[in-house]
């Protein structure tokens, strides 16, 4: 793979079929919406084309060929996770149904059994929807509170206000590695630490960095994290939990069923071990195994070289951009940023912005985008936000400002004042 991150996409857009079509009338498709969901290589889509071609079964039941091959490739793409993760143990992954589902069962397994009344709960202020309601669920359960870590005036946390927040009754610490608005990248490694000489315990969504840049959860020194595969090239429905062995051990299970048990009796049962205890019922098998696909395929190029294109795109999206007149771009500086950019116009409204922009074939995302209490800090209740991933090129963000210019010129004010009737 070449080392210059312009050269990245040409290398890599035949692997992407979908990318490949014309939309309203013969444009070209510019895919702008990789933060709301990536697409797949069709490395992926063989994968999941193979396993239920010839390799599908339950998994960990059946004494047959199918079951036992089907088990073998669930397994070593549980490993492969546990490798781009760095995790310690296979066991300290679980397979979920994505970030949100992998965040609730923390809330629930570990949340319920070790936060009480007067206990505190620390978010942030740019967190999705899906790390803000369950941790407001398990304090509408628990009569814990929920404090937030303030940001900066440029979108960032303010870290050196961490002891206004932070106190010896935080049990848990919250907080997205990137905003999914803002695209801020957040100083996980240093709130983990500071959390951690507070006595809490540390979890990160990571749905919008784990595709994108390198994670060590023991560097991080995080305790637990989540993800989803759709926006790492895998498929929708799977996601990963990962928790440190001594934290899932002492969990109860969330849901109930088959599985999850060692032993079950007419009235009582005894849970099975990390991850079993917490993949009840017939987890996603072929998803998983896609999942171990797309992690093959990003480690094939090197996450550390899809960082390095990102960071050129951002660069180049942020010089561009500020040429539409009457834009505002939220956010940091590009230095503190992820692969994205959410922006207002004087007008029109960001859902029109974006159905005009589908028109010219650039696709991307306007609304709260899942942030609304962050929306609300910033003064607006939208935003338009456009995102890059390894196969966007430097041209298809021309396209873009090429479009929002056009949409600024029609919306412009025209100047004129109407007469005063008489």
């Not at 069709?42 to 089907?70: F, K, M």
């Not at 932070?166 to 695209?183: K, Y």
């Not at 029109?352 to 306007?366: E, N, P, S, W, Y």
Request: hydrophobic share 40%; glycine share 8%; charged share 25%.
């Amino acid at each position: 793979m070449s080392d210059d991150p312009r050269l990245l996409p040409e290398s890599l857009r035949d692997d992407f079929p979908i990318l490949h079509q014309n939309v309203h009338e013969g444009r070209p498709l510019v895919f702008l919406d990789s933060a709301a969901s990536a697409h797949r290589p069709r490395q992926v889509i063989d994968a999941i084309v193979e396993c239920y071609s010839h390799n599908y079964a339950n998994v960990h039941r059946g004494i047959h060929t199918l079951s036992e091959r089907a088990t073998d490739a669930y397994e070593q793409a549980r490993e492969k996770l546990r490798a781009f993760l760095n995790a310690e143990h296979a066991d300290e992954i679980v397979f979920t149904g994505g970030t949100t589902a992998a965040i609730n069962t923390v809330a629930r397994a570990w949340g319920d059994a070790n936060v009480s009344r007067g206990d505190e709960i620390l978010l942030t202020p740019m967190e999705h929807h899906s790390n803000l309601v369950p941790w407001f669920q398990l304090a509408e359960r628990t009569g814990a509170t929920i404090k937030h870590v303030p940001l900066t005036d440029d979108g960032r946390l303010d870290v050196d206000r961490m002891g206004e927040v932070l106190t010896d009754r935080t049990r848990l610490c919250a907080l997205a590695s990137v905003s999914n608005t803002l695209g801020t990248i957040n100083p996980v490694k240093t709130i983990a630490r500071l959390a951690h000489e507070a006595g809490a315990v540390v979890l990160v969504d990571a749905a919008q960095s784990a595709p994108h840049m390198h994670t060590d959860v023991q560097d991080l020194g995080v305790d637990f994290l989540a993800l989803s595969g759709h926006k790492m090239c895998g498929p929708s429905g799977v996601g990963v939990l990962y928790g440190r062995r001594e934290l899932l051990a002492a969990m109860p299970p969330f849901m109930g069923g088959g599985s999850m048990i060692n032993r079950v009796y007419l009235d009582r049962f005894t849970p099975a071990d990390p991850p079993a205890r917490f993949e009840a019922g017939t987890p996603p098998i072929a998803g998983a195994i896609a999942l171990g696909a797309a992690v093959d395929y990003l480690q094939s190029i090197g996450v550390d070289a899809i960082h390095r294109h990102e960071e050129a795109l951002i660069d180049y999206a942020w010089e561009r951009l500020q040429e539409v007149p009457g834009i505002r771009l939220l956010g940091p500086a590009p230095k503190f940023r992820a692969g994205l950019v959410s922006f207002v116009m004087e007008r029109p409204h960001p859902h029109d912005i974006a159905q005009l922009l589908d028109f010219d074939g650039v696709a991307v995302r306007a609304g709260h985008h899942c942030t609304q209490p962050l929306h609300d800090l910033l003064g607006i209740t939208a935003s338009t936000r456009a995102s890059f991933y390894l196969y966007n090129r430097p041209e298809e963000i021309d396209a873009l400002v090429g479009s929002l210019q056009k949409i600024g010129d029609r919306f412009k004010p025209s100047g004129r004042k109407r007469k005063r009737k008489q």
